[in-house]
Every structure is written in C-alpha cells, then in structure tokens.
C-alpha cells in the first residue's frame, strides 16, 4: 500500500487550494521532526530541491540546549549550516492536520553536499546498503506502546507534571469495552494514519491503565523509521487535537508499567525470507542464527540505542514484560531477543529491549549493525533460553542503566567499525551528557525523602 504524493500531484493540489503548507522535516538524534513549514507554493518553486537549518539540530539534548563536546558542531565552529535535502519518496498528505503535506529530509555537508555520517537516517541508510552489498534487503517493523492521559499538554505542563489522569481507569488489555473512552482519539489516528500511506494493521489496549499499542505492517527498514515517526507525530497531535495528552515515556511512573518499541527484523533474498529454512530446527537458517548470534554477542554494545535515557533503565524490571536478560528464546516474552512465526516464512527476530522513547533510525541501525556483524563472523547464538528468563542465572544481563550502558557503547569495536568511530564519539557524548545532566539535577523524589529527615 502507498498513498504518497508525487511531485505533480502535489502541485495540483496546491494549485487547487487544497494544500497550502509543506513541511520538510529531518530527524533529529532524539527520533524529533524538525523542521520549517513553508507555503507549499514556495515548496514547489524551490524549496523542495533543498533548503537549510543549523547544525545544531544535531547536538542538543531534550531540552535544546546547545551541549558542549561535540566536535561536529560547537561554538567554536560557529554553529553553521545543514543543507536539507527532501526525500522526495516520502512525500505524502498528513490527514491529521488540514491542507499540509509533510516529506523528511536528509541532512548533507552545507560546502561538500556529502551526507551527514551521525545523522540517524544517515546510519540506518549505511547499514541498509551494508546488507545490500551482501545480498540481503531488510524488512523490519516497530510497535509502539505510550500513555493516553485526560488532561492537555499545557495543563500538565503548567502545572509542574503532577499525576496525570489516565484516559482508562483499570487494566484494559486486549479489552474492547474498557479501551472504549479512549477509542474516539485512537480511531482519528488509525484512521489519519492510514490516509497517510501508513498501513496501520491495528491498535489495542496495553497491560496498564490509560496503555495503548498501535501496530503498522512490517516494511523496508528505512520505510519502517520513517513510518515509526510519523506514528508519534499523529499520536501526539491527535491526542492534543482531543484534549489529550499522550507520553511515550519509557517509564512515566514508579508503579506502573513502563512502554516499549519492539522491533521485529528478517532479511530477505531474491523476493524469498532468508531467515527460513524448513528443513532446519524451528525453521531457523543458519543466516538467521548467524544474525541472531551477532546480537546475542553485542547486546549491550547496542543497548543504548534502545534505551538512550536515564529514564529508559527504569522500565527495566521482572514481571512487567521489559525483559532483564539479553537472551533469545521461542515465542517466549520475557527474553530480550524473542524468535516469532517459528517453522513459517514469516520467522522473524523480534528485539524486546528498547523502549517507546528509542530513536527507531538508530535502534534499527544498532540491531542490523550487530546482525551484519554476526553474519560475517558466522557468530552462533548458543542455546534457547526457556522458561521464566527473569529468573535465569549466568546469562547476559540487560544494562541496569545508561552509565552502564555506556560503558559498553563506549568500547564497541563493532559499532566503531559500523559507523566511523567519530559518530561514535559523538553519541558516546550524547550518553554522557544525559548522565551529566541527571546527577545535576535535584529531583522531587529527593526532596519528599531528605527536606526534612536528612
């Protein structure tokens, strides 16, 4: 299914009044849209051959601030330009706002026109022609899980983020009656979604009270990224456009369960899934053990990629369906790698580690990056882990936090080999910074616990 928009059809529709705004966006390296929004005659005169931004929009953290130690953009380089080339092929209405289409860009040198190597569409496109010169086209899909809350962004933000009120007030997992109140906004995005060439497959109420998930079809990788933020574009516009908000927080609250972004990988060869072999034990080829074992290896290389926040560790507990334990297993949902369709040709690895709040370009790049490696090092993934795995012993473990986490980001000789090691360097510091910024800051739990006791 494709309902993008080409060049001609959209100046036909501009020049039929029915859309007057163009917004040309990159991603940033918190998986943002950022970006202008022109009057779409200007966008079909000139703009959509390129057009420009600051450099900066890829070395800040949440907040925008403009973080020291960057070596690709700083004050003492003076903070020039990107160029920003639109992607053409994503061009495409956005049904959830009136008159406006949307195309992402990507990001090239403002003097060399060369690509910029940290961007995350950039690196995810690297490791796609990786896979490509071996023979293999990637499909992978993301589901996403966040929060549906009743009160508006600026209510919320206004009043210091206290407990927001969840759209549900009990579990309503799987539940049609109870996920009724929320159904209103979650029928505008299915629906705003699909008019955009997304193929939404469906949307369901999630293991925790106000907890949505909203499943789109598996694609080609880089197709996946994209369509992953424009999901939590439209779930943060229309919910806003309801009265609503909406957070894909990792973990929002202490005692509730926190959101994640599965990610399902298989590569395919010659119109066939590559990851199939029915004569091989549950169906698995020995490419897609290869595969697997180049994740198992480098699980924690990778980790924060899926989990790029302080915030993002704290999802990680037993008996809440975040997996702990950086191990594969058989339809099994408290392994960190779990192998779906077994004995199909719909076999596929699907990576339970990372969070709502990953960048899907970058967590698409690290886990293909792992696999390639494993593929070409013929890496085996060692036995299926069974059972509870929450309990299981003498096994990889998760990152229990991002300073761990970037320990093991920091010494990858396999994503410095994938990347460049000057991009790795780069998010190296955008680890640390986050870190930085989390010890700087007195937090409320702090307060409650030592104002007066300490």
Known sequence: MSRKMSFDALKKAVNAGEVDTVIAALVDMQGRLQGKRFHAAHFIDSAWEETHCCNYLLATDMEMVTVPGYDASSWERGYGDYVMKPDMETLRLIPWVPGTALVICDLLDHHSHEPIPHAPRQMLKSQLKRAKD??????MATELEFFLFEESYPQLFDAGYPEPTPVARYNVDYSIMG?????????AMR????????PVECSKGEAERGQEELNVKYAAGLQTADMHVLVKQCAKEVAQSHGLSATFMAKYHTDKAGSSSHVHQSLWKGGKPAFFDKDAPNGMSELMRHYLGGQMAHARDITYFLAPYTNSYKRFCEGLFAPTKAVWSLDNRTAGFRICGEGTKSIRVECRIGGADLNPYLACAALLAAGLAGIEQQMDPGPEAAGDIYKAGEVTEVPKSLTEALGALEGSDML?????????????RAARWEIEEQNRVVTDWERMRGFERA
């Open 134 to 139: 071996m023979g293999y086209d990637v499909m």
């Open 179 to 187: 996920n009724s109140r929320a159904e209103p906004a979650m029928r």
């Open 191 to 198: 629906n705003a979604l699909y008019a955009a060439g997304v």
């Open 416 to 428: 410095k080999s994938a990347f460049g090691e000057d991009v790795m360097a780069h998010y190296v």
